[in-house]
C-alpha cells in the first residue's frame, strides 16, 4: 500500500471514528440552573449599607446600617448577636488569639479566619498569614512558590479551609491553596478573572467564594465563575460572603444583600420558562413577532413595552424556525400552534407591502409593522437618514416614505429590506414545510411566499426591489455588483452563499427546476461557488462582523441540506468547516449544531489525501455548557470585564471589519474562549461575543430564543436528549 491510499484509508477511519463518537447524544437531565436575587429594605433590611453576613449554626445573621438582623421566613427581622473580634499576641514559640480590647494598636489585629470559632486553623492579618500549630499557638507561615517569590507575606485579604480541609489565602498577588504537602498558586494565568480581594469562604459543596471590590467569584471543580454586575448582585463592592452546606451564597453589599443559589432544572422546563415569558412580555401585534422588550423602569419587567425592531423578519424567522424544530423533535401541539403563528406572521410581512400605493413589486418583504393609528413613523425619517448617509454611509437610502401607510389604514411597514431579513425568511420556510405543514393547503402557502420572494429576486435582477423601483441598501446579489463592484466586493462571499441558498430552498420548496437551473448558471458564469468558499475575509477567531457570520451560518446550513449538486456540496462543506474553525471559541451551540448537522465525519480531498472535517472533539460540551449557563434572568445588566485578570486582548489585527478602527476592550479568557453568556449581555446570537464590556443598564429584556433554538435544534438532530 502506497503512502498516499494509506494516508487516505488513515483519514477515513479517523473521520468514521470521530462520527460514530459523537452519535451518542448527551443526556443532560436535572441539572443545578443557577439563579440570583436581592434583598433590600424592602424585605425588612433595615438599610441596604450590608456590612456583613455570617451564619451561626443554621442562622443567617447581618448586620446593616449597623443594626443586626437574621433571615427568618425569606425575611430580615431584628437579631441580638455579636461577633467577637480577635489579635495576635506575642508569646514564647509564636502567637496566641485572644479578644481585642479596645486601644490594642500594639497587636496584630485580625482581619478573617477559618474556619469561624475559638481557635480557627487560619488567620489573615495585614501583617501575612497565620497557621495554627501544636499547642494551640500561631506561627507566622512564609509561603514560597519555587520561583523565588513571596506570598502571603503581608495584606491577606481572605482565608478559607475548604471540605477536604485545604488551606487557602487570597492576597492581591492572587491566591494559594495547601493541600497538606504543597501549595498551588493561582493568578490570571490560572484562571482567576479579579484579585482585588475583600474576603473568602469555603461552602458545604466544595465550593470556594471570594469578595472583591468588583463583583464576587466562586471556585469550584477546577473552574471559575465571575460573578459582577446587577444581574447577580446588588451593589459590586463585596464587604462579606456566607454559604451554606448546598453551596447557596449570600453576598453582602452597599446595595444590599445579593443571592446566589440553584434552582434544579431540566432543560425542557428552561424552554418552557423562556416561552412563558416571551409570550407574555415580548411577542407584539396580533402576529407575535418576537424580537426584545424595553423596560421603562430598569430591571422591572412589569414595565416592559414593546417596540419595533429593525430586523423583526429576522429575528421572528429564528424563532418560528425553533418552534419548527421542536415539534418535529417532540411533536407537541404547542410548539406546532407556535410555529403556525410564526409563520403567519413572516407570510404577512409579504402580504402588507402589497396593500399601500405606490407598493414595491410582488414578493417584496417588509422589514417589520407598526400599528397605523400610532404616531407617524416618518415623521423627522428623512432627515435622519441624510445624516446617516452623509456622516456614516454614502449608500444609505433616503426615502420620502420609509414607513409607508396601507390604503386602509391599519399598518404602517417598514421598507429597504436587507439581506439579514431574508436570511430570516428562508432560514424559517424550509424548515416550516418539511416539519410543520402537513396538508397539501399548508403546504402550497409556504410555496407561495417562498415562489414569490424568489421570483421577485430574480426578476429584478438578483436584488430586492422597493416601492421607489430601486434595490434596498443591502439587497443586492447580482453578479455585476458582486464580481465587479467594489462597493460590493466586501459582501461578494456572503451574499452568493445567501443567493446559492435562497435559490435552493426554493427548489426544493416548489419543485420547480428553473431555480436549480439559476444555480448552475450562477455556479458556471458567475463563480458564485467560488465566491461562497470565503464568505467573509477573516483575521482569525475574534475578526469579522457577528451579525455577518449568524446569517452566514444560516445559508450554510440551508444549503448543504437542500441542495441536490453533490459536489457544490462538497466544496461548501469545506468552506463552511472554515467558517466554523474561527467560531468554535466562541462556545455557540447554534453555531456548533448548524455545522455538526453535517460535518460529523465530514472529509475533504485535497493533494495531500482525504482530510477530516469533524467538529473538534470539544464542540458538544461546549454547546450544552452553554444553554446550562445561559442566565434564566435576560434582562440585560451592564456587565464588565475589561479589568479582569484572565484576559487576553485581541490583537488590532483582529477588528470587527478589515480596515476598522482597533478596539481594545474586545478579548478572551485564557482557554482561549470567549467569556461565558453568563458573564456578558446580549439579546441574539448576531452580538459580539469578544466584547470585554457589554450591556443596556438594564432597560432592555431580551428574547429567549439564544436558547430556544439551539436547544430544539439540538433535540431534532439527535444531539441530546433529555
Known sequence: ?????????????????????????????????????????????????????????????????????????????????????????????????????????????????????????????????????????????????????????????????????????????GVGCHDGEEWKFYTGAEGLPYNDFTCMVAGGDGSVWFGTKKGAIRFKNGEWNYRQGRSWIPNDDVRAIAVNEKGEAWIATPGGIGWIGFKPMTLAEKAAFYEEEMDRLIKRTEYGYTSEALLNTAGDKSTASNHDSDNDGLWTGMYGAGECFAYGATKSPVAKQRALRAFEAMRFLQKVTQMSDPKPPKGYVARTILPGDGPDPNKGRAELDSRVRDEDDPLWKVYDQRWPKTTDGKWYWKSDTSSDELDGHYFFYPAYYDLVADTAEEKERVREVVRDLTDHLIENGFTLTDHDGKPTRWGIYGPDSLNNDPNWW???????????????????????????????????????????????????????????????????????????????????????????????????????????????????????????????????????????????????????????????????????????????????????????????????????????????????????????????????HGFIVE
Not at 450590608?50 to 446593616?64: E, M, N, Y
Not at 494551640?136 to 507575606?153: F, H, I, M, N, P
Not at 451560518?553 to 462543506?573: H, V
Open 1 to 173: 500500500m502506497d503512502r498516499y491510499r494509506a494516508a487516505v484509508l488513515l483519514s477515513v477511519l479517523l473521520a468514521a471514528s470521530s462520527a460514530l463518537g459523537q452519535e451518542t447524544p448527551v443526556r443532560v437531565g436535572v441539572f443545578p440552573q443557577e439563579v440570583a436575587r436581592s434583598y433590600s429594605t424592602g424585605d425588612g433590611l433595615p438599610s441596604n449599607d450590608v456590612t456583613a453576613v455570617w451564619f451561626v449554626g443554621d442562622t443567617l445573621l447581618a448586620v446593616a446600617g449597623g443594626q443586626t438582623v437574621k433571615l427568618e421566613n425569606d425575611r430580615w427581622v431584628e437579631a441580638q448577636a455579636e461577633r467577637v473580634r480577635k489579635v495576635l499576641e506575642p508569646v514564647e514559640g509564636g502567637y496566641r488569639l485572644v479578644p481585642r480590647q479596645d486601644g490594642e494598636n500594639e497587636r496584630i489585629q485580625v482581619r478573617v479566619s477559618a474556619p469561624e470559632g475559638p481557635e480557627p486553623e487560619v488567620l489573615g492579618t495585614e501583617a501575612g498569614l497565620f497557621l495554627r500549630g501544636d499547642g494551640g499557638l500561631y506561627r507566622k507561615e512564609t509561603v514560597s512558590d519555587g520561583q523565588g517569590r513571596q506570598w502571603a507575606t503581608s495584606d491577606v485579604r481572605g482565608v478559607a479551609v475548604d471540605i477536604k480541609g485545604r488551606e487557602w489565602f487570597a492576597t492581591l498577588a
Open 490 to 716: 466586501p459582501e461578494r462571499g456572503i451574499k452568493s452563499l445567501s443567493m446559492l441558498s435562497y435559490l435552493a430552498v426554493a427548489a426544493h420548496v416548489t419543485g420547480d427546476l428553473k431555480y436549480t437551473s439559476i444555480i448552475r448558471e450562477l455556479v458556471e458564469r458567475h463563480s458564485y461557488r467560488t465566491n461562497a468558499m470565503f464568505y467573509k475575509v477573516h483575521f482569525g477567531p475574534g475578526s469579522g462582523n457577528q451579525s455577518d457570520d449568524e446569517m452566514a451560518f444560516m445559508c450554510f446550513y440551508n444549503l448543504m441540506k437542500y441542495s441536490q449538486d453533490d459536489c457544490l456540496k462538497r466544496q461548501i462543506l469545506y468552506s463552511f468547516y472554515s467558517a466554523w474553525t474561527v467560531e468554535e471559541p466562541e462556545m455557540n451551540p447554534f453555531f456548533n449544531f448548524c455545522y455538526a448537522a453535517f460535518g460529523r465525519g465530514g472529509t475533504y480531498a485535497n493533494a495531500y489525501g482525504l482530510r477530516d472535517i469533524s467538529p473538534w472533539a470539544d464542540w458538544l460540551e461546549d454547546s450544552i455548557f452553554t444553554l446550562k449557563d445561559l442566565s434564566l434572568d435576560r434582562i440585560t445588566w451592564a456587565h464588565q470585564n475589561s479589568h479582569r485578570t484572565d484576559i487576553v486582548r485581541l490583537a488590532k489585527q483582529q477588528a470587527a471589519e478589515p480596515g476598522a478602527p482597533h478596539q481594545p476592550n474586545r478579548g478572551h479568557r485564557i482557554s482561549g474562549k470567549v467569556l461565558p453568556a453568563s458573564e456578558r449581555s446580549f439579546c441574539h446570537w448576531n452580538t459580539d461575543p469578544w466584547q470585554l464590556d457589554t450591556g443596556y443598564g438594564g432597560r432592555v429584556l431580551g428574547s429567549g430564543t439564544i436558547f430556544l433554538l439551539p436547544y430544539y435544534m439540538g433535540l431534532y
